[in-house]
């Protein structure tokens, strides 16, 4: 290649640029009468960021299709049970970003995690140590801790809601039966306590049938998530809280696939010996306990 030559392509290869930032320009001045302000900077920032991908990966058109391709059946795929475009934002880390960027910056607060999609309104109720497995397959767990404020006041009242997988890894949901198993809601006492009684959670694959088990077999990742309980936890005045406590010690708490374990959610359900046991009678069996305290932050005025 001559000198002429590479002077040449370097000039083609800046008019190129040229025209390509042009397009973005222009993508980009088209928000500029948006309704709300805010709307016109999400939108000009996502367009350049997306135009900034575009470039960066020299998109094929091929690729451009299979991206469509792949929206499309992720769209096709949801359901009233079924939210694919949440799970896609999920093994993206999207979920877990959003919630860092909006979680109150006073570090003194319990953490938030993803919600899932295996949440269910209306969970029956369960008394102050009582039990919410119904039935569920798997090792008996008493759960407990206190809910308080930053400064440490007490919150009595707040109404927790917790939901897990049993044994097998599936949730009631998931069964082709009825039954509802495994969730509930209780409220803490006077001194901001709450417990139950309920199983020791398992790991267990999100569902990954559809687009976003593809995305994730193409990438070589796994599935499976770490064991966790899920907690929701509302109380006037306050955050809603939405997050889990995770096994100590066990699998996939390295390559949760949705990158939602935090080292504070990270709980020991320990061992315990048959015997005397809390709110229930004698224990023929090992039975585990985990405490979990939950700070909840003021909601902002
Ligand atoms: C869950 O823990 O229930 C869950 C969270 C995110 C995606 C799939 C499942
Ligand atoms: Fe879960």
């Known amino acids: 290649m001559t000198t002429d030559d590479i002077t040449r392509e370097a000039a083609a290869a800046d008019e190129r640029a040229a025209l390509e930032q042009a397009v973005t320009e222009k993508v980009i001045a088209s928000f500029a009468d948006s309704t709300t302000d805010r709307f016109g900077r999400l939108m000009a920032s996502l367009v350049r960021h997306l135009h900034a991908f575009a470039r960066d990966v020299r998109l094929t058109e091929a690729e451009w299709e299979a991206a469509i391709r792949f929206l499309t059946d992720t769209g096709a795929i949801c359901a009233d049970k079924r939210q694919e475009f949440i799970l896609l934002s999920d093994v993206l880390g999207l979920s877990m970003l959003t919630i860092g960027i909006n979680s109150p910056p006073d570090r003194a607060v319990t953490e938030s995690t993803v919600f899932g999609p295996f949440f269910v309104d209306g969970s029956p109720h369960i008394s102050l140590g009582g039990t919410m497995s119904a039935g569920a397959a798997g090792r008996p767990c008493f759960v407990g801790g206190r809910i308080t404020d930053e400064e440490g006041v007490p919150v009595a009242g707040a109404r927790v809601e917790v939901w897990e997988a049993d044994d097998d890894g599936l949730y009631d949901v998931q069964y082709e039966d009825d ?123």
């Open 179 to 301: 039954v509802t198993q495994a969730r509930g809601h209780l409220f803490s006492d006077e001194k901001g306590g709450y417990r139950f009684w309920s199983i020791v959670p398992s790991p267990y694959p999100i569902p990954d049938d559809g687009p976003v088990g593809r995305l994730l077999r193409a990438a070589n990742r796994s599935p499976m998530r770490p064991a966790h309980i899920h907690f929701m936890v509302s109380a006037p005045g306050f955050r809603t809280l939405i997050t889990h406590i995770f096994v100590a010690g066990g699998p996939h708490l390295e390559s949760d696939a949705v990158f939602a374990v935090k080292p504070g959610l990270i709980v020991e359900f320990a061992q315990q010996p048959p015997g005397r046991a809390p709110d229930t009678d004698v224990m023929a069996t090992t039975w585990y306990r985990a405490e979990f305290d939950i700070t909840l932050a003021r909601a902002e005025a």
